[in-house]
Antibody, heavy 118, light 111 residues
C-alpha cells in the first residue's frame, strides 16, 4: 500500500526556518517525481514545488511565492522528500501536503501544519 | 491569480448533474494530454478523480467524467450525492515550461 507521511510542521517565528519531511513507503520512491502543496486557512490548494526523479535529472520547480526561500530535495536511499523553508512569513502558515507525481498527482499524505507567528 | 480559470462555486441538488469548467490557454490545457481534477474535502488529503483529461482512477465512481475542448477542460459529476460536496481543482501540465499550472478551485455545494 502506498503511504506518504508528512512531518516536521510546527510553530515558528517569522524569519526562521523549518524543514518538512515526506516519508514514503509501498512503492519505488526513486522512480517518482514528488511535489509539495499547501492550503492556508480559508484558502484554496496551492502548488508549492516539485522535484523530478534522478532518472530525469532531479530538476526542481517552485511557485513564485516561495522561490528563493524554499528548497525541495530528496533522499532516495531513505525514501524521503524534503522541503526546506527559510525566511518564513506569516503568509506561509498552512497545512503542507506531499504527493507523488506521474501524469497526475496520484498519492497524497495527510498533511502537516506549519504556523508562522510571532 | 491562478493560471487556470475555474468558477468559484457551483451547486446542484442530489441526483442532478453539474459541470465545472477550467479554462487555460493553448500553451497549457489546449496543448496538454495531462489535465487532472483533484477533489479536496477540507482537512483531508486531496484525491485525484480524473487524470489524463478523461481517465478515472480505480475506485473513483463512474459518476465522474472529464473532457476537453480547445483550451477548456470540464469535470462533470452526474447523480450528485452529498459526499461529492468538496473543493475541486483542475491542473494541467505545460510543456513549454515543463511544469504544472493550477486552477483556483471550485466549491461544489450539494443543496
Amino acid at each position: 500500500e502506498v503511504q506518504l507521511v508528512e512531518s516536521g510542521g510546527g510553530v515558528v517565528k517569522p524569519g526562521r526556518s523549518l524543514r518538512l519531511s515526506c516519508t514514503a513507503s509501498g512503492f519505488a520512491f526513486g522512480d517518482y517525481a514528488m511535489s509539495w502543496f499547501r492550503q492556508a486557512p480559508g484558502k484554496g490548494l496551492e502548488w508549492v514545488s516539485f522535484i523530478r526523479s534522478k532518472a530525469y535529472g532531479g530538476t526542481t520547480k517552485y511557485a513564485a511565492s516561495v522561490k528563493g526561500r524554499f528548497t525541495i530535495s530528496r533522499d532516495d536511499s531513505k525514501s524521503i522528500a524534503y522541503l526546506q523553508m527559510n525566511s518564513l512569513k506569516t503568509e506561509d502558515t498552512a497545512v503542507y501536503y506531499c504527493s507523488t507525481v506521474t501524469t497526475t498527482f496520484q498519492n497524497w499524505g495527510q498533511g502537516t501544519l506549519v504556523t508562522v507567528s510571532s | 491569480q491562478s493560471a487556470l480559470t475555474q468558477p468559484a462555486s457551483v451547486s446542484g441538488s442530489p441526483g442532478q448533474s453539474i459541470t465545472i469548467s477550467c479554462t487555460g490557454t493553448s500553451s497549457d490545457v489546449g496543448d496538454s494530454n495531462y489535465v487532472s481534477w483533484l477533489q479536496h474535502h477540507p482537512g483531508k488529503a486531496p484525491k485525484v478523480v480524473i487524470f489524463d483529461v478523461s481517465d478515472r482512477p480505480s475506485g473513483v465512481s463512474d459518476r465522474f467524467s472529464g473532457s476537453k475542448s480547445g483550451n477548456t477542460a470540464s469535470l462533470t459529476i452526474s447523480g450528485l450525492q452529498a459526499e461529492d460536496e468538496a473543493d475541486y481543482y483542475c491542473t494541467s501540465y505545460t510543456y513549454s515550461s515543463a511544469s504544472w499550472v493550477f486552477g483556483g478551485g471550485t466549491k461544489l455545494t450539494v443543496l
